[in-house]
Structure formats: C-alpha cells, structure tokens
C-alpha cells in the first residue's frame, strides 16, 4: 500500500488528471443506464388500450422456444407451437367505497334496531399523453398453457425428446403429459 501512494505522489499532474477522467470513465461505463424503450409496462403502470391485448404472446414465446431447442446438442432444426388455455389476465385498480348505517329505536320507548350496508365499485383510471382514459393495471397474470408440440430433426432419440420434455417443463411449468415431442422428417 505505501508503495502505491509513493508512485501516486510522485505522479505529474497531467498524469493524475488522465488517471481520475479514466476512472470516472470507467464508473460512467459500469453504470447502467436505464432502457430507453418504454414500450414495456411494469406493475402498476396504466396501459394503453393499443398494447392492453397481446395477440402476439403466443408466436413470441414460440418463436423463443425454438430458438433455445435448436441451441441444444442433438435437436437440430425444430418447430414449436404452443397452445394456450388461457391468454392471461390483467387486474385492474378499484375503488371500493363501503357504507354502514345503523338505526337503533323509534323514540316511542320500544326497541328496535336496524342495520344497512352499502358498496360500490368503480374502476381506476389514468389518462395518456392524448387525454385518453385508460385503466390502471396493479397485477398481470401470464398466459396459461394448454400443451406445447415440438418438432426436431433429433426428435427421435429417446435422450433428446427426454431433455426437450424437461426444458418445456421448467420453462412453462407444464405436465409431461401435455408434451409432446416428434421426429421431422
């Protein structure tokens, strides 16, 4: 340590200005910065009535499947389609606004009591750029799937179908059963 800060005095000033930009170079590089593409919506964000449907769910996992299986040792070209059973669930914010009232006698000296209970439920909404009212999703569920077929040129070895079932298990969470893996031909 005590040989690093002789060396550092007897650095130039010149010499110790190119080591503190490279330095401060360095950190700028290390930092991340954050995605300029806004087009992905987090938690709690309001969605766009454009991007509330994601008709494309389903080729994009397919396409990103295939893409995986062909990197792996012995499956060659594949083909993938996936079946959804559901194509999942946005929850949006409500408002719950809840009344009580009770009622207790009549002012005639008998007893009596009555009670009510009123609520309502209204949706939470958020304005875009374009004064649009659009609603304020809190939670998004994924896209349920029913089974998943792949077609692979090394679909008929045993080992090969054995991984690609147990790749599509852990990425979707999916049964064996609802797994189906062939040859090509």
């Known amino acids: 340590m005590k040989q690093w800060l ?9 010499q110790i200005l190119i080591l503190l930009l490279t330095g401060i170079l360095l950190l700028v590089i ?21 991007e509330y ?12 499947l295939q893409a995986l299986l062909e990197q792996v040792d012995g499956v060659g070209e594949a083909r993938v389609m996936i079946i959804l ?10 408002d719950l606004e809840q009344s009580h ?13 009555s ?8 949706t939470v909404y958020q304005k875009d750029s374009q004064g649009n009212e659009i609603p304020y999703v809190t939670e998004q569920k ?10 692979a040129r090394g679909g008929g070895n045993a080992s090969v ?3 690609i079932t147990e790749a599509v298990m852990a990425l979707f969470g999916v049964e064996a059963h609802k797994i189906k893996v062939m040859r090509m031909k």
Do not use: C, H, Y
């Open 30 to 50: 290390a930092v991340p910065a954050e995605p300029s593409d806004k087009s992905e919506i987090s938690v709690g964000q309001a969605v766009p009535e454009t």
């Open 142 to 151: 994924t896209p349920e799937i029913a089974g998943v077929l792949v077609i």
């Open 115 to 122: 009670q009510s209970a009123q609520s309502s439920e209204a």
């Open 161 to 163: 179908q054995q991984e």
């Open 6 to 14: 002789e060396k550092f005095r007897q650095m130039k000033k010149d």
């Open 85 to 94: 059973q559901s194509d999942g669930k946005k929850i949006v914010e409500k």
């Open 53 to 64: 449907a994601q008709p494309d769910m389903k080729e994009r996992l397919e396409q990103q």
């Open 101 to 113: 009232s009770q009622d207790e006698g009549n002012g005639e000296g008998q007893v009596s009591s």
